[in-house]
């Protein structure tokens, strides 16, 4: 097997498996502020600190006190291995380049041997297409020189190219003689920038295909966030759990037949100000009395606010952070990037040992990718359920009174194990609030809507009957008939039979002002 080198590149050795062969020569492709250099100058300074492995930079249009301030910009001390003979800039021209390698006894061969250079990045292909095109000079056949000529002195090369539909972009014949190919987009889109990687092939070995964020970060330079959905998505050894978790609340858990199993996923819908959030503070405070390690993650609330929101109803939110029992991860909608917030939950559950997670609300990642949505959130819960640990995605639905659905895009059915909905009735001018569960995997969960207040404590169902609990308790509203329609009606089941047959209106369906006839 081929001898690896790492890159050094923030999440792009991940993408490469481990990093690219030895000696293979790469070609990053992209347009003009797509982080071509900036990766390129990555790869050439980790390679001279973290893996001892010095390096040359072939610039034709940076002056190296360009490159040294682009490298200052993020920390990185490159006059000081420059000083220690570990990297070298030569600052030159496409035609002495060329020239050298036609050459058998280049100068610039012998500097490379001299320092023991490792690495090379040529930054960029271009001006030598150019410059061999307006001299009329073989540049194909001068290609294959120079790579061939690098290989020969044992050293990876990395050459950038502009990715220019008006010169043409980058040819066939030139990309066919490298190894490793590694293409960058950079798109604006609502006025935001987004840059993306995609290794499009590398010789030798496997690797992650696909479209990967990347980012340009203060003190990292290039940043690769592999995509989300390339993470491992199932496992056949997924482990289950016959132990069950309470929501909080016990009436619910008697609806769930006992309570959420561990490590299964709970899609909680309503539209706002039904109750997801508290119910979600009600379930991780109570996963915490357990043992439990708890996160929530925020993409509606900040931190601050919610905290004072859950003290309003006698749960102590600020304890449970500094006691570093719950964790709570926000991050505005306005700039969020899936790979990228992917990432960053990964890294906290793991690094901090968290089994209960509650996602508030998922509705902002359709509002960030409708095309995504579903993948994005089966890798997430596909994550979640190979490390057992028992998962909430709160969802805010778009229709105040009754649910004809949960998304047009997000199809929840296959990708949940429960689901709950809270939503509001209208009785005559008044709205109240009403709980269904109509899906609880491998439970007998009642069929029945329950009204349902919030106050201290959290959720609290009315008229609660501690004993007989296949009980349909007779609420207030009981006789209203279509949380679940489309439409729905004031009228229930018995006013329709009524109102069809001719009959009076039972007293019970009647608005108290009226009287029966």
């Known amino acids: ?171 066939a014949h030139e990309r066919f003689v490298f190894d490793t190919i590694i293409s960058l987009t950079r798109e604006e889109h609502r006025r935001r920038v987004s840059r993306r990687l995609n290794v499009m092939k590398s010789r030798g070995q496997d690797f992650i295909g696909g479209s990967h964020t990347m980012r340009i970060e203060p003190q990292v330079g290039v940043h690769v966030y592999r995509r989300a959905q390339s993470r491992p998505v199932a496992s056949p050894d997924q482990p289950t759990s016959e132990e069950r978790l309470s929501t909080g609340s016990p009436a619910i858990d008697r609806m769930m037949d006992g309570g959420i199993y561990k490590g299964s996923v709970t ?121 057992l640990a028992t998962t909430l995605f709160n969802y805010e639905s778009p229709e105040l009174l009754g649910v004809s659905q949960i998304s047009e895009e997000l199809k929840g059915s296959h990708l949940v194990d429960n689901i709950i909905l809270l939503n509001y009735v209208e009785i005559s001018t008044v709205l109240r609030r009403a709980l269904a569960v109509p899906k609880v995997r491998g439970s007998r969960n009642l069929q029945v809507t329950r009204e349902y207040t919030i106050g201290v404590g959290g959720l609290l169902l009315v008229d609660e009957t501690e004993t007989d609990t296949q009980a349909v308790p007779q609420l207030p509203f009981s006789s209203y008939y279509g949380l679940l329609s489309r439409s729905p009606s004031r009228q229930s089941p018995a006013v329709e039979e009524a109102v069809a047959n001719g009959a009076p209106l039972p007293d019970s369906a009647r608005l108290p002002t009226e009287k029966p006839q």
Request: charged fraction near 25%; proline fraction near 3%.
């Open 1 to 171: 097997m081929n001898e690896l080198v790492k890159t050094g590149i923030a999440g792009l050795d991940e993408v490469l498996h481990g990093g690219i062969p030895r000696n293979n020569n790469l070609i990053v492709e992209g347009p003009p502020g797509s982080g071509k250099t900036t990766l390129g100058l990555g790869f050439i300074y980790h390679g001279a600190v973290d893996h001892d492995e010095p390096g040359a930079i072939v610039s034709f249009e940076l002056d190296p006190a360009k490159l040294l301030r682009d490298a200052a910009g993020f920390d990185w001390d490159l006059q000081g291995k420059i000083d220690a003979g570990k990297i070298k800039i030569i600052q030159t021209s496409p035609a002495v380049l060329l020239s050298e390698f036609r050459s058998d006894d280049g100068a610039f061969a012998a500097a490379l041997v001299a320092m023991g250079a490792k690495r090379l990045l040529i930054d960029g292909l271009t001006p030598l297409r150019l410059y061999a095109e307006a001299n009329d000079m073989p540049f194909r056949e001068d290609v294959h020189l120079l790579i061939e000529g690098l290989t020969r002195l044992g050293v990876t090369t990395m050459v950038t190219a502009e990715k220019d539909e008006t010169l043409g972009g980058v040819f």
């Open 267 to 387: 899609l909680v819908s309503g539209i706002s100000g039904t109750g997801k959030t508290v119910l979600s503070v009600q379930f991780l405070t109570n996963a915490i009395k357990t043992g439990r390690k708890t996160l929530l993650v925020s993409l509606d609330e900040h931190p601050r606010q919610l905290i004072r929101n859950a003290k309003s109803l006698g749960f102590d939110l600020q304890s449970l952070v500094d006691a570093k029992d719950l964790f709570i991860h926000y991050e505005s909608p306005l700039e969020l990037e899936l790979d990228v917030h992917f990432d960053r939950i990964v890294k906290l559950v793991e690094e901090e040992g968290i089994d209960c997670v509650v996602f508030d609300s998922i509705a902002v990642y359709e509002m960030t990718s409708r095309e995504e949505i579903a993948d994005y959130l089966y890798a997430l819960a596909s994550f979640f359920k190979n490390r």
